[in-house]
């Protein structure tokens, strides 16, 4: 069964320092989508992709976070600097795209834990 | 704006009893509602959907209804067992937008 596949499972570092995270959706599909969870939380969009374009980042604060989807593919998720509120759950979420196409499926996540 | 609520958690249960956990939406228009679920430690697996009024969404036992009279999506299940320990969150995506909104999500803990 196809599944999101997203990379480092877990990430500690400290604050100020650069960190990237990795997802590869599933294939074939058109709309990849960045999540955070905080602890306690339901997730929150922070930017949807149709294939490399960037169709929604209204809640990514660009001033430290940034993605691209260069190939319409996979996708990088960045922080420089990380700060200590940037510890959560970024999950990666894909799905075929258009119209009726609802069902979103994520990958299992990227801890982050900033010291 | 568009929102979802979910009743607090967490919300015990011993094996074998039946579950309710209780979901509303504010939303314009006709959203489609979900129902996710998060067990430890992984991301976010869909359980069960439904895209309009009336449907009944089901799926491994359980079940809820689109009650758009109520703005309501009532999760239920019959007989819960110790594997369906989780966080389950409610979700509505917009027909314009395709972006998901979640409840903030109801742990579930079910004792044997």
């Known amino acids: 069964e196809a599944e999101v596949a997203q990379s480092p499972r877990y990430k500690i570092t400290e604050k100020s320092q650069a960190v990237a995270f990795w997802c590869d959706p599933i294939s074939g599909h058109a709309t990849l989508y960045w999540y955070r969870q905080i602890l306690g939380q339901g997730p929150e969009l922070l930017v949807q992709f149709q294939d490399e374009s960037v169709v929604d980042d209204s809640q990514l604060p660009k001033d430290r976070f940034s993605a691209e989807r260069l190939k319409g593919v996979d996708s990088t998720l960045k922080i420089q600097p990380a700060e200590l509120g940037d510890s959560a759950m970024y999950l990666c979420?894909?799905?075929?795209?258009?119209?009726?196409?609802?069902?979103?499926?994520f990958g299992p996540g990227t801890r982050l834990t900033v010291t | 704006g568009d929102s979802v609520t979910q009743m607090e958690g967490p919300v015990t249960l011993s094996e074998e009893a039946f579950l309710t956990i209780n979901c509303t939406y504010t939303a314009t228009g006709y959203p489609s509602l979900f129902w996710y679920v998060q067990y430890p430690g992984e991301g976010l697996q869909l359980l069960l959907k439904a895209t309009k009024a009336d449907d009944k969404g089901s799926n491994k036992g359980f079940e809820a209804t689109y009650r758009k009279e109520t703005t309501s999506f009532h999760l239920e299940k019959g007989s819960v067992q110790v594997s369906d320990s989780a966080v389950y969150f409610c979700a509505l995506i917009r027909d314009s937008s395709y972006k998901l909104i979640f409840g903030s999500g109801t742990r579930l803990l079910v004792r044997p």
């Open positions: 979420a894909s799905s075929s795209g258009g119209r009726g196409a609802y069902e979103q499926y």
